[in-house]
Nanobody, 124 residues
Framework: QVQLVESGGGLVQAGGSLRLSCAAS????????MGWFRQAPGKEHEFVSG????????KYAESVKGRFTISRDNAQNTVALQMYSLKAADTAVYYC?????????????????WGQGTQVTVSS
């Protein structure tokens, strides 16, 4: 079973940037969609971004579109989320996840493997 490990979270002031990374313990086949979700305190998981197996299709939540960029490097078994212009509302635990489906879906039920999460805190 593949394991996913997120890194790159931390404390940043509003307007700042962070780059999150997700490393897989083994090769991620190109057919697997990868996504990022976040969970604010007391709230449900929220879809942030997803990317298709070969990286040609991406999807973003409206709240982050234009500020966040998802990418993947299948040779390195990594997925990244570059976050710019961070806001206090972006504060959450961010999770990397893998989906067995071809389409980039947005529900937690569509993803079968999850990382442990990394905390992002944006101060104003």
């Amino acid at each position: 079973q593949v394991q996913l490990v997120e890194s790159g979270g931390g404390l940043v002031q509003a307007g700042g940037s962070l780059r999150l990374s997700c490393a897989a313990s083994e090769r991620i086949p190109r057919r697997y969609v990868m996504g990022w979700f976040r969970q604010a305190p007391g709230k449900e998981h929220e879809f942030v971004s997803g990317i298709s197996g070969n990286g040609d299709v991406t999807k973003y939540a409206e709240s982050v579109k234009g500020r966040f960029t998802i990418s993947r490097d299948n040779a390195q078994n990594t997925v990244a989320l570059q976050m710019y212009s961070l806001k206090a509302a972006d504060t959450a635990v961010y999770y990397c996840a893998r989906s067995p489906y071809v389409a980039v879906l947005t529900q937690t039920r569509d993803y079968d493997t999850w990382g442990q999460g990394t905390q992002v805190t944006v101060s104003s």
